[in-house]
């Protein structure tokens, strides 16, 4: 077959909802394109817990701390996941992980950003993991069977994340005064960001239309964001707490909530290094990496050690 007759071979066959597997034919743009996908999904998880550690030794409770914890623990999880899922696409975990301590590889923003406060605690995961529900869900239905089916488990138990963050947010909303403004003022250091997240407009998105065709992605970036928005909005109201967004209307006309405009340049220069966090994270997981490389040497060596020692057994049972 020709090129052309593979690539309309596997067109209809998205077309038609079929899944694409790790030895199926694909077009190396849309192996590239998901190795960018799920890598970067893989680092935000990574790269995600590191807000959140920083509060686990000064959690409030004992409860909230092992909540925390196994919260924590859920992130690592569905980073080793998706690092896997990425694997069947032919590129090592090795290299993902030199990319991302390199600067190449991008992870979400919003994980540049710190947590000052317990009440950002409970942001993050009303409305970090609330939006990464939004955007993961539909990857459910992703085209590519790996990716699709490691995302069931992340978004159960992402789900998990927000109503604990929500939990967090509501017993400060109606405890003290106190408590209620650190509720507030963590809701207005995330809001923005958290919209943002969903990524650049339709027309200013260069990955979006195309991962849409292949059925990698199944809505766009403002499809899903005000999505988002419609969802969260109530729960900020029966919180009691008020959206920091002058502009915030319900449109009658469209059955949507209107926003004020984003600050773009704010998320691109987040994304391009200049976050108040940006370094620091990449310090950590750098730091982390290193440290972890005898384990890493231990487990080849072990490894190759019981290889040789399987061939020695076979070839003496022959």
Not at 59 to 78: V, Y
Not at 212 to 234: C, G, V, Y
């Amino acid at each position: 077959m020709t090129s052309a007759t593979e690539e309309a071979r596997f067109q209809a066959h998205i077309d038609a909802e079929g899944k694409i597997e790790p030895k199926d034919w694909m077009p190396e743009a849309y192996r590239k394109s998901l190795v960018r996908q799920i890598s970067q999904h893989a680092h935000s998880e990574y790269v995600g817990m590191l807000p959140e550690s920083n509060w686990l030794r000064r959690a409030p409770t004992l409860r909230r701390k092992a909540a925390l914890m196994a919260k924590i623990q859920d992130e690592a999880g569905h980073g080793l996941y998706l690092y896997s899922a990425a694997e069947t696409l032919g590129t090592s975990r090795d290299e993902m992980y030199r990319d991302l301590l390199s600067g190449k590889a991008k992870y979400s923003s919003i994980f540049n950003y710190p947590t000052l406060t317990w009440a950002d605690i409970g942001a993050v995961g009303w409305l970090v993991d609330g939006a990464a529900i939004t955007n993961q869900v539909p990857l459910c239905r992703c085209s590519y069977g790996p990716y699709a089916r490691a995302m069931v488990r992340v978004c159960k138990e992402e789900s998990f994340h927000q109503r604990q963050g929500f939990q967090i947010m509501l017993g400060m909303a109606h405890g003290s005064p106190q408590q209620k403004a650190m509720a507030q003022d963590a809701l207005n250091r995330w809001w923005w960001p958290s919209i943002a997240m969903f990524g650049p407009p339709d027309g200013e998105s260069k990955h979006s239309a195309q991962s849409m065709a292949w059925k990698i992605k199944r809505h766009s970036n403002d499809e899903l964001r005000q999505r988002f928005i419609d969802m969260t909005i109530p729960q900020a109201d029966f919180l009691g707490l008020r959206i920091p967004d002058d502009d915030l209307k319900f449109n009658e006309e469209t059955g949507h909530y209107d926003i004020g405009p984003i600050d773009w340049d704010d998320f691109w220069a987040v994304v391009n290094g200049e976050g108040q966090c940006n370094t620091d994270r990449l310090a950590a997981r750098q730091k982390a990496h290193d440290e972890g490389a005898w384990v890493r040497e231990a487990a080849t060596a072990y490894a190759a050690k019981r290889a040789a020692r399987k061939a020695a057994e076979r070839i003496a049972a022959e």
